[in-house]
């Protein structure tokens, strides 16, 4: 029995999310059903971090169990050859059973790409973020310091969120812009449910001028949902993936990780 771990690739527009639904229209289906073509068995997956619908994915992690034996580049050609064109395996690693891809990841990794156009995408639809009026950089700034570190974030955390405690620590946020295109890059210890779609709702209202940088320290401290701002577009959101241990010998990015604005 080996562990096999894939880093994949995604483009959410077409799916119902990450977790495995009756309809069928989920990432986890596709793969699984891919999966099982090339093993010629069953093949159940576990995640590192779900993504919602119309959520996009850099470097999901996946790991399962098999006693096929196949070397790492045969499961990369293998799994693609019967996957849809907008899933992909970036890479494989065989490992030991010590590992987990979601017990053993140090931090998670996420990215909102934001246009900021007084039009609305076009050939970008569902793979950005809009906003029409423009960004005070400076201003986004000074809120998403006040968010790092560890907090109860229950303001940003969703009704249907199952996590245990709303109690995470935010590692970094940074604010890129390259011409009309905003990066907003998230690393936390783990995120809740809509945390960031939630949070970006809240740094556009205050890039916007709607509202001050102090504001967000009002949010956090009210530890309400309605205390926020309306719960953000899934369309720019993309998982970039979690970090591990170096012992693990796992890559931290995909080449598309540099392609995004």
């Known amino acids: 029995m080996v562990r096999v771990v894939l880093g994949i690739s995604y483009n959410g527009q ?26 010629a068995q069953p ?20 790991h399962f169990d098999t006693e096929r034996e196949r070397d790492a580049h045969s499961w990369v050609r293998g799994t693609n050859a019967n996957l849809p064109r907008d899933i992909a395996v970036q890479w494989a690693v065989l490992t030991t059973r010590e590992f987990h891809c979601r017990a053993c990841a140090t931090s998670r990794r996420y990215a909102y790409v934001l246009l900021e156009s007084p039009v609305r995408p076009s050939v970008e639809v569902g793979r950005v ?48 812009r390259r011409g009309a295109y905003w990066r907003i890059e998230f690393e936390a210890n783990a995120f ?4 960031i779609r939630n949070i970006m709702g809240c740094l556009v209202q205050i890039g916007q001028g709607v509202k001050p940088p102090e504001w967000m320290a009002e949010v956090l401290a009210a530890r309400d949902r309605n205390a926020a701002a309306p719960t953000f577009s899934p369309d720019g959101l993309y998982f970039l993936g ?11 990015r995909t080449p598309a990780y540099d392609g995004l604005p």
């Open 129 to 176: 973020g809009w906003t029409f009026r423009p960004l005070n950089l400076d201003a986004m700034r000074q809120a998403a310091d006040i968010l790092l570190g560890e907090h109860d974030f229950t303001s940003f955390r969703a009704s249907a969120c199952q996590a245990l405690t709303p109690i995470k620590t935010m590692l970094d946020i940074s604010l890129h």
């Open 242 to 252: 979690p970090r591990y241990d170096a012992k693990w010998a796992m890559p931290e």
């Open 192 to 195: 809740l449910h809509h945390m």
């Open 43 to 62: 093949v159940s997956t576990l995640c590192a971090g779900r993504t919602d619908s119309g959520v996009h994915a850099l470097m999901q992690v996946v």
């Open 14 to 39: 077409a799916y119902q999310g990450w977790q495995s639904q009756l309809s069928g229209l989920t990432v986890q289906d596709k793969l699984e059903k891919a999966l099982g073509k090339f093993t």
